[in-house]
C-alpha cells in the first residue's frame, strides 16, 4: 500500500555527478521528514541527508555537505537527492526513507517506510 521507489543510481566516475530521485505512493508526506540513507559494502546504514516538510530546513551528513543536495516536491510527493563532486567512497546502495515529523532525523531505526534502495558506483 505504501511505497517509496528510488531511481537515478548508476556508475560514474570521481568528480561526477548524479541525480537521485524518490517518488512516494500510498501515503502523504505531509508533516514528515523525507530522508536518504546509504549502505557501502561490509558497512552499516548511514544517514545522508533529510529535509522537512518545510523544504527550507535539511540536514546533511558532515560527509556530505557541500556536495549533496536533497529537495522535495511536496505537491508530487517526491524526494530528490542532487549529488556532485563524488567520491569512490560514496559507493553505496542509497535508500529512500521517511518518517514522522517528530523524533531523530539520523537514525535509521526511526524511518518507517523505506524504499528498495538503488546502486550508486563511483570509480577511481
Known amino acids: 500500500q505504501v511505497q517509496l521507489v528510488e531511481s537515478g543510481g548508476g556508475l560514474v566516475q570521481a568528480a561526477g555527478s548524479l541525480k537521485l530521485s524518490c517518488a512516494v505512493s500510498?501515503?502523504?508526506?505531509?508533516?514528515?521528514?523525507m530522508g536518504w540513507f546509504r549502505q557501502a559494502p561490509g558497512k552499516e546504514r548511514e544517514f545522508v541527508a533529510a529535509v522537512a516538510w518545510t523544504a527550507g530546513t535539511t540536514y546533511y551528513a558532515g560527509s556530505v555537505k557541500g556536495r549533496f543536495t536533497i529537495s522535495r516536491d511536496n505537491a508530487k510527493n517526491t524526494v530528490d537527492l542532487q549529488m556532485s563532486s563524488l567520491k569512490p567512497e560514496d559507493t553505496a546502495i542509497y535508500y529512500c526513507a521517511t518518517k514522522p515529523m517528530w523524533g531523530r532525523l539520523t537514525y535509521a531505526s526511526t524511518y518507517d517506510y523505506w524504499g528498495q534502495g538503488t546502486q550508486v558506483t563511483v570509480s577511481s
Open positions: 500510498g501515503l502523504t508526506t505531509i508533516n514528515r521528514i
